[in-house]
């Protein structure tokens, strides 16, 4: 078992940066990928950032090159460094892991709110 819990969300205005903070507890030894997802209003929830246990990336089109995940040298630690915030990045983001065992773990998602 793997518990998450999500920090750092909030509202800011366009063009400005977040950083969101993801505090994973339990079976972190089990831990093969880190991911961020977000959930607009009336949206399905989407995948955004990935970083597996072998330290690769991936990100979708629609934050590459302003967002980027990563992790504490304690892996207990996961990071979403979001820049040049637009309205449409507004959603709950959720932190989630994925185990050995294809388990996947859900943090209670934070609010983002990019309004000027």
């Known amino acids: 078992q793997v518990q998450l819990a999500e920090s750092g969300g909030g509202v800011v205005q366009p063009g400005g940066s977040l950083r969101l903070s993801c505090a994973a507890s339990?079976?972190?030894?089990?831990?093969?990928?880190r991911n961020w997802y977000r959930q607009a209003l009336g949206m399905q929830r989407e995948l955004i950032a990935t970083?597996?246990?072998?330290?690769?990336?991936d990100y979708a089109d629609s934050v590459k090159g302003r967002f980027t995940i990563s992790r504490d040298a304690t892996k207990t630690m996961v990071y979403l460094q979001m820049n040049s915030l637009k309205p449409e990045d507004t959603a709950v983001y959720y932190c989630?892991?994925?185990?050995?065992?294809?388990?996947?773990?859900w943090g209670q998602g934070t609010q983002i709110t990019v309004s000027p």
């Open positions: 989630n892991v994925r185990d050995r065992n294809d388990n996947t773990y």
């Open positions: 339990g079976s972190i030894f089990s831990i093969t990928a």
């Open positions: 970083l597996t246990s072998a330290g690769s990336t």
